[in-house]
Each structure stands twice: as structure tokens, then as C-alpha cells.
């Protein structure tokens, strides 16, 4: 069982910038996609972005030029670098660990709040 631990969220005014952290307890963690996804109330949980064991990234529209997807092999740990926060990107903030070996592995870490106010 892999655990991941989000942290960074936190209130920041529209324009400002945060950081998210996620550490895992992955053994083989440079084996894993990453990804960060996000729930806001009353909506779906949607995918911000995603980082392959090569750092390829993949970007939601909404966030693309704003938010950086990142991850640190040696300390089992991705990032979401977010500036120019908007109110529209309150919500939930997920971390996700995946990857397809003789079965799946999907793993999820409990959320962090991001609020951005106006």
C-alpha cells in the first residue's frame, strides 16, 4: 500500500501563487505517474496535470501556462507549482500515484483545501 501526503494548500488572494507537495511511501515512486486532480463543491473530480516516470506532463486546459507539474525522484515526491491563481481554482486539491505493472496500482492521497479569494 502506498500513502501519499498532500500539503501547501492553504487561502491566497486571485493572482497570488501556491505551492503543492506530495510525498509518498513509494518504493519504486520513479516508476509512478503522478498526477494532481481537483474537486470543487457540487462538481466532479476533474485531472489538473499529470507527470510520466519520464517527465512528460500533461496539462488541463484551464491551468495550461499557469500551473507546473513537477517531481523529485530522490525524495519520492511531486509538486504543483500554481500562479495566477483564479477563484475558479478553489477546490480540493488530489494527489494521485498510478501505474500499470501485472495489475493495476492507483493510489490517492486525502486532499489539501485550496482558496482563492477574489
Known amino acids: 500500500q502506498v500513502q501519499l501526503v498532500e500539503s501547501g494548500g492553504g487561502l491566497v488572494q486571485a493572482g497570488g501563487s501556491l505551492r503543492l507537495s506530495c510525498a509518498t511511501s513509494?518504493?519504486?515512486?520513479?516508476?509512478?505517474?503522478m498526477g494532481w486532480y481537483r474537486q470543487a463543491p457540487e462538481k466532479q473530480r476533474e485531472l489538473v496535470a499529470t507527470?510520466?516516470?519520464?517527465?512528460?506532463?500533461n496539462y488541463a486546459d484551464s491551468v495550461k501556462a499557469r500551473f507546473t507539474i513537477s517531481r523529485d525522484n530522490a525524495k519520492n515526491t511531486a509538486y504543483l507549482q500554481m500562479n495566477s491563481l483564479k477563484p475558479e481554482d478553489t477546490a480540493v486539491y488530489y494527489c494521485?500515484?498510478?501505474?500499470?505493472?501485472?495489475?493495476?496500482?492507483?493510489?490517492w492521497g486525502q486532499g489539501t483545501q485550496v482558496t482563492v479569494s477574489s
Open positions: 507527470i510520466t516516470s519520464g517527465r512528460s506532463t
Open positions: 513509494a518504493t519504486i515512486f520513479s516508476t509512478y505517474i
Open positions: 494521485n500515484a498510478k501505474k500499470v505493472a501485472l495489475r493495476v496500482y492507483d493510489y
